[in-house]
């Protein structure tokens, strides 16, 4: 009995990844993975689809990484002081947040979700500390962040 050929519309533990073309028993395909919607079959117009739906995303990622870089190059050597309320050993009182720095950010023109931004160790009292930018799985940025008394 011949394998049947088919589109993953998912990614199925142990078989392959979204939008591999796999060969699997037909009684597999028709009774399991057609009918949860894991798999649809893969008929010459399913398959050219699924060449340009691929060629579609790598164009996609392709501006994204792109965008990610040049934004990198506008981050490179920025610097941003942030003010906080401070007790007298110069211990900030609440925190220094990410929100805080993607607001700073705007300010200089530069837009970056505050989701992206992580600290390398949390603020807690003056001084400079750094904080990663991360604008693309391949592309992350590092920047300077003092803290200075309100």
Request: hydrophobic content about 40%; overall charge positive; charged content about 30%.
């Amino acid at each position: 009995m011949s394998n049947m050929k088919l589109i993953l519309t998912q990614d199925v533990r142990n078989l392959g990844h979204k939008d591999d073309v796999v060969a699997v028993r037909p009684g597999y395909g028709r009774n399991y993975l057609i009918p949860k919607g894991m798999a649809k079959v893969a008929t010459e117009s399913a398959l050219k689809m699924l060449a340009e739906d691929i060629k579609q995303r790598a164009f996609k990622q392709d501006k994204i990484k792109k965008d990610a870089d040049a934004l990198a190059i506008k981050l490179e050597g920025i610097k941003i002081v942030l003010k906080a309320k401070t007790g007298t050993s110069g211990k900030i009182f609440g925190s220094v947040t990410a929100l805080q720095v993607s607001n700073a950010l705007k300010e200089q023109g530069i837009e970056v979700d505050r989701r992206k931004i992580t600290f390398s160790e949390e603020p807690k009292v003056l001084g400079t500390y750094h904080a990663t930018i991360n604008l693309h799985k391949e592309v992350s940025k590092t920047i300077e962040i003092e803290v200075v008394a309100e």
